[in-house]
C-alpha cells in the first residue's frame, strides 16, 4: 500500500489527538495544591501583617540562622527578653504543604533556640516567624535551604 498525502493527514491528526489525550489526562491527575486552606481569610488580615513585619523591621537587630550538622540554631534579636516572648515558627514547604510543621519559639537565656533537623526534608524552606514581646507583635519571613 502506497502513503499518500490524505492517508499522511490521517495518520498526523490521530497523532495530534493522541497527544492532545495523553495531556488532558495527565493534567487531570495532577495533585494541586492551595497555599492555604483559608486564603480568603488571611488576604482579609493582611493589614495586621504588614504592622507587624513594620515593627519587625524597626529592631536593630534581626533573627539569624545557622545550620550546624542536623541542628538549626535561631539567633533571636538581642531586644528579647526571653522569658516574655511567644510566638511560633512555621516551616513552609513551597512544593509540598504536608511537609510542614509549626515549633513554638522558646529561647534560652542566650536568645537562641535549638531545632533538631533530624528527619527533615533537605531543599528550600520558608521560615514564618510570628514573635510577641512587650504588647509588640513582630513578623518576618525567611528562606532557608537545608542540607
Keep these: 500500500m502506497k502513503i ?3 492517508w499522511s493527514i490521517v495518520i498526523a491528526l490521530a497523532i495530534f489527538m493522541s ?3 495523553y495531556l488532558v489526562f ?3 491527575g495532577e495533585k494541586v495544591e492551595l497555599v492555604a486552606k483559608d486564603y480568603y481569610d488571611r488576604e482579609l488580615r493582611y493589614q495586621d501583617r504588614i504592622n507587624k513585619e513594620d515593627n519587625y523591621s524597626r529592631l536593630s537587630s534581626k533573627f539569624r540562622f545557622e545550620q550546624v550538622d542536623s541542628v ?3 539567633h533571636y534579636p538581642e ?3 526571653h522569658a516574655d516572648a511567644s510566638g511560633e515558627i512555621v516551616f513552609f514547604r513551597p512544593d509540598d504543604s ?3 510543621f509549626i515549633v513554638p519559639v522558646k529561647p534560652e537565656i542566650d ?4 531545632i533538631s533537623m533530624a528527619g527533615i526534608r533537605k531543599g528550600l524552606w520558608l521560615l514564618k516567624i510570628s514573635l510577641s514581646m512587650d504588647g509588640v507583635d513582630y513578623y518576618s519571613e525567611q528562606k532557608l ?3
Design 111 to 114: 536568645n537562641s533556640q535549638l
Design 72 to 74: 538549626l540554631i535561631v
Design 26 to 28: 495527565s493534567c487531570i
Design 79 to 81: 531586644k528579647l527578653p
Design 145 to 147: 535551604m537545608i542540607r
Design 19 to 21: 497527544f492532545i489525550l
Design 4 to 6: 499518500n498525502w490524505g
Design 98 to 100: 504536608g511537609s510542614d
